[in-house]
């Protein structure tokens, strides 16, 4: 069929910041579907609030609308722009949700936008849970018993008819926001509330557990001459109950026969045509009774989806960009498979290795949350590893991961484990079970034992046990001869053992390790990742490593750049980085050389097939990446793009004889050495907060007590914000140390002079060694003290004077150049009384990259990627910081409501998971945006309730007359309430929950609180507002918790208040840009 | 203990043995199938094949009751790079290394079996030989290049049943036989006759050696032509059979019966470099234009520009690699297809060429 004539433009909706559940593969999915789009001809609208996507970079469509992804946004957009279709399939939950939106708003029909893809009919049958069931039970299929409740009346009458324990979900939500398992009927109360508040049309399906059994996905598509195929089949190591973005899942599926798996084909091509998707791909999930194999539907997501991504990845089957060619009326077999050339995409890929995804958990950030995992999502981030065996892909997986474990290794030593910390460990699903599973095989516990306590598939358990042997045998051979054999070490390496790991084993180190295997001629081997194990010819460079016979990768001639990726998201280093690693790669690929990406994220735009001229998906190792090194000898190793993770990495490689690029090992040291740092920053006669480093508790004291409290305290021994502590007083500084465990010379603890109310300011500049260009200066919103990741920020800066940004440029120039910056370069300062401080610089890209480049249209990780192979500033045009003549403001979306019990105060620890982007004409505006892309739109009407700290009540009182004259009511606890008053400002009073009263829970119950404002205070004493702001996560009222953020809410709202938004292109901007 | 397999033209694959110990020798073929090697393992259109999964991992389920094609292996040997030594599921009997075992099936595992199948897809399929007795890489070869290979060897005879029996398995409650069929045994698959006795046939299944007159005095509603092993070119007689019925039964062959009924037509069968076989082949069907992802397994093909002079139209094509899947002669009252529409193993998309032959037998017995 050919591609359909009647379209010629079409809307894509994205999928919004990177949400626990939403992450990093919409990006690629979207990417995806606007080039595919594109090549075909078509005309392609974006709408994505998420400015660090690669795909809002303006090149990829025609018009790119970074706004709040809303229904009235995008109602906006259709009427300016007329598109002829909507493909909502690419953009996550949210592309379908808001689609569904905009069509009941009558919008697609005043316009006569068609829904391609999926339609509104089967968005509707497959998201609806009760018309989801009707239709399975229609094609004769089998589900758990359920039923549907809209209030708790009805939901405790299900309860009747389903039975304990059951599980809970909420209609249209991702990630299973707001579902549970209930075990008892407290807990059916608790949950049953929660799921009705979040879902969209207070819905919850009300459902028979299948706790235990086996859990699979399949990735089907469908094209409109209804050919159908299944991409690729998916089983969780985990059972059910397990979320399947949480557990550790496997390509192809490994437990199925033929026989089960056919009828589990028949099924998912019944299910995809039942519900009508036209054409696309669609995830569909199985339960598998492991007793007697029924086998009951889960869900349906017609879209493509995070395990799409995986199959993607895990196949070399480009579904998104395929389902984007579907939508538009080309039929599989009229798409060449890109991988082979000559065969067509109506076909099934067959893979010759296996697959793991582990996912990443930040637990550590949560600490009052526990690492309990469920049926609602908490993972960050994944990781995926190709091994010719489980085996191997398990360990490669974890080594992958980045929690420092380095396989399947003995971080714990198992005898001091006690047995019932075990088998609790087993028997309640958490992020670490992998490695309990292992230390209870060390413990000797039987396969059967563990499969009845975790109820993961024996044949898994099975491997894991044969890792376990082999380490044992390794041991033993070494202990016996001295030495290991060359079958020995052989097996471990196809074992996916590490070097470290086999290190830890003999007692020896990494390096020696990987001078024995070298001397043993035990090298990996690259395969190819080909969709047709072997049957054709593939010409498409993307490998994996292996320790087989055989290499098959391909040697050119060209001159060759190595770009290290980040490696799984997780808080801290997520799509930035990626988006920079893209960047690095299109860049050096214009220059002409030939670009080889490393990573292990299968969620990402860099681990796409086409993104770079080679694709190695491998972990962020320095084994790893050395062993591509070898194998490829680039001319050049970029570090910078890919966050902490090969920056980490960038000393050993150069020992070992990469060449690194770009800003200097030694420079990066300088940078990264609080020591060295210190007396460059004073050489320089630059400010710094005052500091020392603590080796015992007594010079810790003393150290403060010189410095003056507050203070700022952390472990030297952990990067990047973690484990920072903000102490008041002597008290609060012992409890830290205590907590910390040791101080001592080998973990001395850093002390910082906290600044307080300071103003923070992040800048990203790019130096070619010579010219130091600033790429954009960022005032943040909210003070330093909390995370330059998770403030807001504005730029241009809105409040700093001429002078002061004179010293930050000054003091930018300054560093760049003593730091022989070549590439990028972050600066965070904080300015206090009129005196700038710098906190930290990062040598590297940083996260506001991709930001600054969207708000003022210069492609600064393009431009620092050629600078890096030589290129100076000037021959690329690039002399000049560039001043926007609008306002952008970045916010940051926070992923509170994942963790039940977790206070949502900010601090000096980075927690936020996503960003997005609101971009307008003022402040106000950009600000109001930003709060509505982030999902906490500001109220125009209603009630605000504020309770502020001390330090905060005199500034307060503008603020609540701001808002007074707006319109709102205002509520207050006593404190506040009285100042207020005091300054003739109507208020009601609130009595405090510490005294007894729930009159605030209660107002937040009933809805009648549009807005919070609440800024604790630091120091004990004060009665506790957790309550309210848990209640306020709950009902997903928008809660401000800084003064300068409540002044930027009120701020927005007046503007908002004062005229209509209205949506502008980021074409449009930046043409404004260049011209002025 | 060692096991090697050696290959006609020099290649060596290390690797363990893991079923029987011995010696066989076979043409040597890979599949690309990632489930079903229990089907496969028992498929006879795998006589006088040494049969190398590309799936690295093999053996996961183990072996059950049901899942056989025939009641015996009959690959002679058996490659893959890791066999699990534990049978995860409820309908597992045993591990697929007992299964071997018992069955006397030389199973080589640790075998770096992409490197094979790579090797085979450049170099074609050919002779191997696989051994545990024989570790002497010179004289492995030899046998290799000295075993009689597939061209011109009849192995139907070795895999078709002695004598004619009645189809009757699964059904406890017979329902009303709508049509007598009778299946010539090349070799069948069991999964053919459960798909024709699952329709309302009445299946009786003869040995490929009996003669036209015998099979018409059944009274049969219609004729399946099994799949079978080998060089269709060397079943001479069942060509011959199938020429002195063709236009007086409607006759449906499937993979070697769609050979024998070609060559019946008087069109040519020619040898595939390496082969199809694996359950992802996309088969398009010329007619309505809809794909069926097919389950294949076969070395030879039918010459579509012979069968066109023939009076029979294509029917169905490989959207791989352009050849011929089906074809159809409409006055002869005959279709047949290349690939495997029972699956067993592989996805059941084109299962409704069985009601096809339904069909046909219901249109041709209301004249
Ligand atoms: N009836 C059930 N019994 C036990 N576990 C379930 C049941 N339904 C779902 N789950 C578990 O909850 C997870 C999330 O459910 P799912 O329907 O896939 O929602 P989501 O939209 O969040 O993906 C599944 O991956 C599965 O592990
Ligand atoms: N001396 C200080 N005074 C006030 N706030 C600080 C100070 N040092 C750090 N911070 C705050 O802590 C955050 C994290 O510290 P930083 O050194 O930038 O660590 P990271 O490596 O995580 O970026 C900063 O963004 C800033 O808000
Ligand atoms: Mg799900
Ligand atoms: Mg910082």
């Not at chain 1, 376990?468 to 045998?473: A, M, P, T, Y």
């Not at chain 1, 030589?870 to 560039?882: A, C, I, Q």
């Amino acid at each position: 069929m050919p591609k359909r004539t009647d379209i010629k433009k079409i809307l894509i909706i994205g999928s919004g910041p990177i949400v626990i559940s939403q992450a990093c593969e919409f990006d690629y999915s979207g990417t995806q579907a606007c080039k595919a789009l594109r090549e075909e001809g078509y005309k392609v609208i974006l709408v994505n609030s998420n400015p660090a996507t690669i795909m809002t970079d303006p090149e990829m469509a025609d018009v790119t609308y970074i706004e709040p992804i809303t229904p009235e946004a995008i109602a906006k957009i259709i009427e300016k722009e007329r598109p002829d279709a909507l493909l909502p399939t690419l953009g996550g939950q949210t592309g379908l949700n808001t689609a569904i939106k905009v069509a009941d708003m009558g919008i697609l029909e005043k316009y006569s936008v068609k829904m391609i893809g999926a339609d509104y009919q089967a968005i509707k049958k497959a998201e609806d849970r009760e018309y989801f069931k009707k239709s399975m039970l229609k094609i004769g299929l089998d589900l758990p018993k359920s039923a549907l409740a809209y209030n708790i009346e009805q939901a405790r009458q299900a309860l009747k008819t389903v039975g304990l324990p059951v599980i809970i979900r909420p209609s249209f939500t991702l990630g299973g926001t707001g579902g549970g398992i209930a075990f008892s009927e407290e807990e059916f109360e608790k949950i049953a509330l929660l799921g009705l508040r979040n879902s969209m049309n207070s819905e919850i399906l009300i459902e028979e557990s299948v706790l235990g059994w086996k859990e699979y996905e399949l990735e089907v598509m469908r094209d409109l001459k209804d050919n159908v195929v299944i991409i690729c089949s998916i089983e969780n190591f985990d059972a059910m109950g397990i979320h399947t973005g949480d557990s550790i899942t496997v390509a192809p599926a490994q437990t199925l026969t033929d026989q089960e798996y056919q009828k589990m084909r028949d099924a998912a091509i019944a299910i995809i045509r039942e519900i009508g998707v036209e054409t696309g791909g669609s995830n569909i999930q199985f339960a598998v009774n492991p007793k007697t194999g029924r086998m009951v539907v889960i869900e349906m997501n017609p879209r493509v989806s995070r395990s799409s991504a995986l199959a993607s990845k895990a196949t070399g089957f480009p579904i998104a960009k395929i389902a984007a060619k579907l939508a538009v009326g080309l039929s599989l077999d009229e798409i060449r498979n890109d991988i082979t050339k000559e065969t067509p995409a109506s076909f099934e890929p067959t893979i010759d290795y296996c697959v793991v995804k582990i996912p990443r958990f930040t637990f550590e950030k949560f600490p009052e949350a526990e690492d309990i995992l469920g049926i609602s999502m908490k993972s960050v981030g994944e990781t995926m590893a190709i091994g010719r065996t489980f085996k191997e892909a398990l360990q490669k997986g974890l080594r992958g991961l980045e929690i420092s474990h380095f396989g399947l290794d003995n971080k714990l030593d198992f005898n001091k484990i006690p047995d019932a910390k075990i088998r609790l460990r087993l028997a309640k699903p958490n992020a670490s079970r992998i490695f309990y599973i292992k230390y209870a095989l060390q413990k000797g516990y039987s396969v059967e034992r563990i499969c009845k306590l975790t109820h993961i598939d024996p044949w898994f358990i099975r491997n894991i046990k044969d890792i376990v042997q082999l380490e044992g045998k390794i041991k033993q051979e070494y202990k016996k001869q001295g030495s290991l054999s060359k079958a020995g070490l052989k097996k471990a390496k196809e074992y996916g053992f590490s070097d470290k790991q086999i290190a830890g084993l003999i007692g020896s180190n990494e390096l020696s390790v990987r001078r024995l295997r070298k001397k043993k001629k035990i090298e990996p081997t690259f395969r190819l990742v080909d969709t047709c194990a072997a049957e054709f010819e593939a010409y498409t460079p993307y490998y994996y490593s292996t320790y087989e016979t055989e290499d098959e990768t391909r040697k050119s001639k060209r001159k060759k750049i190595m770009i290290l990726g980040g490696g799984p998201n997780r808080i801290g280093q997520g799509i930035e980085f990626d988006y920079c690693c893209c960047h690095a790669s299109f860049a050096l690929k214009e220059l002409g050389f030939e670009t080889i990406m490393v990573n292990s994220n299968p969620e990402t735009v860099s681990t796409d097939y086409d993104t770079s001229d080679k694709l190695y998906f491998e972990s962020l190792t320095f084994e790893d990446v050395m062993n591509i090194i070898d194998k490829e000898k680039p001319n050049g190793v970029i570090v910078q793009f890919g966050g902490q993770t090969p920056l980490n990495l960038a000393e050993r490689l150069e020992k070992a004889g990469a060449p690194i690029i770009g800003t200097s090992v030694k420079s990066i040291d300088m940078a990264e050495d609080r020591e060295k740092f210190s007396k460059l920053v004073n050489k320089l006669k630059i400010n710094q907060p005052a500091n020392g480093s603590a080796t015992s508790k007594q010079e810790a004291k003393r150290i403060a007590k010189k410095i003056g409290y507050p203070i700022l305290v952390r472990p030297s021994y952990v990067l990047g914000g973690r484990a920072m502590r903000l102490v008041y007083d002597e008290e609060n500084l012992l409890e830290f140390i205590q907590e910390a465990q040791e101080v001592s010379s080998e973990h001395p603890i850093l002390i910082d002079k906290f600044l307080e109310d300071a103003v923070e300011v992040d800048v990203d500049a790019v130096s070619d060694g010579k010219l130091v260009v600033i790429g954009g200066i960022m005032e943040h919103i909210e003070s330093a003290g909390i995370h330059s990741g998770d403030s807001a920020c504005v730029l241009p800066p809105h409040t700093l004077s001429d002078e002061i940004i004179a010293n930050i440029r000054k003091y930018t120039f300054d560093l760049a150049k003593a730091l022989k910056v070549k590439g990028l370069i972050n600066i965070q300062f904080a300015v206090k009384n009129d005196i700038v401080f710098v906190l930290e610089v990062n040598p590297r890209a940083s996260r506001t990259v991709p930001f600054v480049s969207k708000a003022t249209g210069v492609p600064l990780a393009k431009i620092a990627a050629k600078v890096m192979v030589g290129k100076k500033l000037s021959e690329l045009g690039f002399t000049k910081e560039r001043q926007p003549a609008h306002i952008a403001v970045k916010e940051s979306v926070l992923p509170f409501s994942r963790f039940s019990g977790v206070d949502i105060i900010l601090g000096p620890e980075m927690k936020s998971t996503g960003e997005v982007m609101g971009i307008d004409s003022s402040f106000g505006r950009a600000f109001y945006k930003s709060q509505e892309a982030a999902g906490s739109a500001l109220p125009k009407t209603g009630t605000v309730f504020i309770s502020v700290k001390n330090g905060d009540k005199r500034n307060i009182i503008f603020i609540a007359k701001k808002l007074l004259d707006m319109g709102f009511k205002i509520a207050a606890t006593k404190g506040t309430a009285k100042v207020l008053y005091s300054n003739n400002i109507d208020v009601q009073e609130v009595g405090k929950i510490g005294e007894g009263s729930d009159e605030i829970l209660e107002l937040l119950r009933k809805g009648e609180i549009s807005l919070i404002i609440n800024t604790p205070s630091g120091s004990r004493g004060q009665f506790d507002m957790k309550p309210i702001r848990s209640s306020a996560v709950l009902h997903g009222i928008s809660c401000i918790t800084t003064i300068q953020g409540a002044q930027a809410a009120v701020n927005g709202i007046e503007s908002i208040l004062k005229g209509k938004l209205s949506v502008k292109s980021i074409q449009e901007y930046h043409a404004k840009n260049r011209g002025t | 203990m060692r096991a090697i397999l050696a290959l006609e033209d020099g290649a060596i694959f290390e690797g363990v043995c893991f079923g029987a110990s011995g010696e066989r020798c076979g043409e040597v073929v890979f599949n690309t199938s990632m489930t079903g090697y229990q089907e496969i393992l028992t498929d006879p259109s795998y006589k006088g094949q040494i049969v190398t999964m590309t799936y690295p991992l093999i053996g996961n389920y183990g072996v059950n009751l049901d899942d056989i094609e025939s009641c015996k292996p009959f690959v002679e040997g058996f490659v893959v790079k890791e066999c699990s030594s534990l049978a995860s599921n409820w309908r597992s009997k045993e591990t697929l290394e007992k299964y071997l075992k018992k069955n006397k099936v030389i199973g080589i595992e640790g075998v770096d079996t992409r490197t094979l199948t790579r090797h085979i897809r450049l170099a074609g399929a050919m002779k191997g030989c696989i051994s545990t007795q024989d570790l002497n890489k010179h004289s492995l070869v030899k046998k290799a290049k000295n075993s009689p290979g597939l061209l011109g060897i009849d192995l139907v005879k070795e895999v078709t049943c002695d004598k004619p029996y009645l189809w009757q398995k699964s059904r406890s409650s017979q329902l009303d036989e709508k049509f007598k069929v009778v299946v010539l045994d090349c070799g069948v698959k069991f999964n053919i006759l459960r798909n024709l006795e699952r329709l309302g046939c009445r299946v009786s299944v003869m040995p490929a050696s009996t003669r036209p007159e015998q099979i018409l005095e059944e009274k049969p509603d219609g004729l399946v032509l099994s799949n079978g092993p080998g060089d269709p070119a060397a079943v001479t007689y069942v060509v011959e059979t199938t020429k002195k019925l063709l236009g007086k039964l409607p006759i449906f062959g499937i993979c070697l019966g769609h050979q024998m009924l070609g060559q019946a037509l008087g069109a040519k069968t020619y040898k595939l470099k390496f082969g199809h076989h694996g359950a992802n082949h996309p088969v398009k069907e010329i007619r309505t234009g809809s794909i069926a992802i097919t389950a294949q397994n076969h070395g030879f093909c039918v010459d579509p520009e012979e069968l066109k002079k023939c009076g029979a139209e294509i029917t169905h094509i490989n959207l791989y690699d352009g050849t011929c899947e089906g074809m159809a002669h409409k006055e002869l009252k005959a279709f047949s297809v290349q690939y495997h529409p029972e699956a067993g193993p592989g996805p059941h998309d084109a299962n409704y060429l069985f009601k096809e032959f339904i069909n046909l037998l219901t249109v041709n017995s209301k004249l």
